[in-house]
């Protein structure tokens, strides 16, 4: 009587074990090197010579020994981020209480001195981000809470008139109308802003806002009205502020001299900016600088889109944040600084040596969109 040999049972005419008689029909397939090296020899083969078992079984302690060492390593190193992790949210939670109960109080005395500013450099606590920008930035403007529910009234009632047909005969102004199309625009732009967060599109929980405060922006300022690039900066207020104070800090922000002078395209104090990034460049990169000028590439091509949204939409918005840090404390000086960081840490790709002569296009895909490492982190 005959058995099934795959089966696990043996019959009498089939004295091999259900093992040896699937090798035998050539269905034995080692799963690893650890089944080649433990696993004996089919049947049909001549036994390992006790060398090769011994050879075999120290290859297979060897493995076993690796496998466990790397474990332990992978081990360690979990532990390791754990700790520094660790570390790193006590470092936060002490430095957050810092700011609230020594430096915030006592902001007008304290936030020049030497000890205010060498913590400032290090990195402001995200609790108190909020805090520490609206302070920073100030508001020269005097806006109030008043003026901008005022300014939101106003353009939630430009939208409506938009969207319906006019019945008015008396033709506008040329800055209504300009505030007009610019209150148009914004709907398009905020679904662009931080796409891959998917709080500012259509849904997400700040898209009214983000709406709400551009639009109340362009009826304070319709001689400036709405240039893209602003909803980065006013997203990154909404995220660490509430929406009134967000608004304040926006308008007062960009009222400083080197946004103004581009939102508003003053092209004889741009050309003066870009001068002046010109005569830093070519000082601290001599070799670079020689070659962007060599392919023609000037501060406009990159500078204005970091400018226009202050570097919140070219890098991850934690390092743009730190960026931010530096800026609210040191003004437009340090605007430079994250681009000799940026081309340094680039250089590699910038520079002649690993472009082919001539390459401009090769070089400006690498501008202004970047891959950073955390190593830029100021």
Same mark, same amino acid.
């Given at each position: ?87 790193? !949210?006590?470092?936060?939670? %002490? /430095? +957050?209480? #810092?700011?609230?109960? =020594?430096?915030?109080?006592?902001? &007008? ?28 930035v100030g508001n020269e ?15 939630? !009632?430009?939208?409506?008139? %938009? /969207? +319906?047909? #006019?019945?008015?005969? =008396?033709?506008?102004?040329?800055? &209504? ?21 998917c709080i500012f599109q ?177």
């Amino acid at each position: 009587m005959e058995y099934e040999t795959k089966s696990g049972r043996a019959g009498p005419g089939n004295p091999t074990s259900p093992r040896q008689s699937v090798r035998k029909n050539l269905d034995f397939e080692p799963l690893s090197t650890t089944a080649l090296i433990l696993e004996d020899r089919p049947a049909n083969l001549p036994a390992k010579p006790a060398e090769e078992a011994q050879k075999h079984r120290q290859q297979y302690e060897e493995m076993v020994a690796q496998a466990k060492k790397r474990e332990l390593k992978e081990a360690q190193k979990r532990r390791k981020q754990l700790e520094d992790r660790c570390k790193l !949210e006590e470092s936060i939670g %002490t /430095a +957050a209480q #810092t700011w609230n109960q =020594e430096i915030l109080p006592h902001w &007008s005395t304290v936030c020049t001195s030497r000890r205010v500013r060498d913590l400032w450099w290090q990195g402001i606590p995200p609790s108190v981000r909020g805090k520490v920008w609206s302070l920073a930035v100030g508001n020269e403007l005097n806006i109030t809470h008043e003026l901008y529910s005022i300014c939101l009234a106003r353009a939630k !009632e430009k939208w409506n008139t %938009t /969207a +319906a047909p #006019t019945t008015e005969t =008396e033709t506008e102004d040329a800055g &209504s109308s300009d505030r007009e199309s610019s209150l148009e625009l914004i709907k398009l732009d905020i679904s662009r802003t931080f796409p891959q967060l998917c709080i500012f599109q259509k849904g997400g929980p700040y898209h009214d806002v983000l709406h709400s405060i551009l639009g109340a922006y362009t009826c304070y300022r319709p001689d400036v009205g709405y240039v893209q690039g602003m909803s980065f900066i006013a997203a990154v207020l909404i995220l660490n502020l509430d929406t009134a104070d967000a608004f304040i800090a926006f308008a007062n922000l960009l009222n400083k001299p080197c946004q103004m002078a581009f939102f508003r395209v003053d092209h004889s104090l741009m050309l003066t900016y870009f001068a002046a990034f010109e005569v830093f460049f070519e000082e601290n990169l001599p070799k670079l600088f020689a070659h962007f000028k060599k392919n023609n590439l000037t501060p406009d091509i990159y500078l204005i889109d970091w400018i226009f949204t202050l570097y919140s939409k070219s890098l991850p918005l934690d390092l743009a944040c730190r960026v931010w840090d530096v800026f609210c404390r040191d003004g437009e000086d340090i605007f430079v600084q994250p681009f000799e960081g940026i081309s340094r840490h680039h250089e590699d790709h910038l520079h002649p040596s690993a472009l082919r002569p001539g390459s401009c296009n090769a070089v400006y895909s690498y501008l202004p969109e970047f891959t950073w490492s955390r190593q830029l982190l100021l």
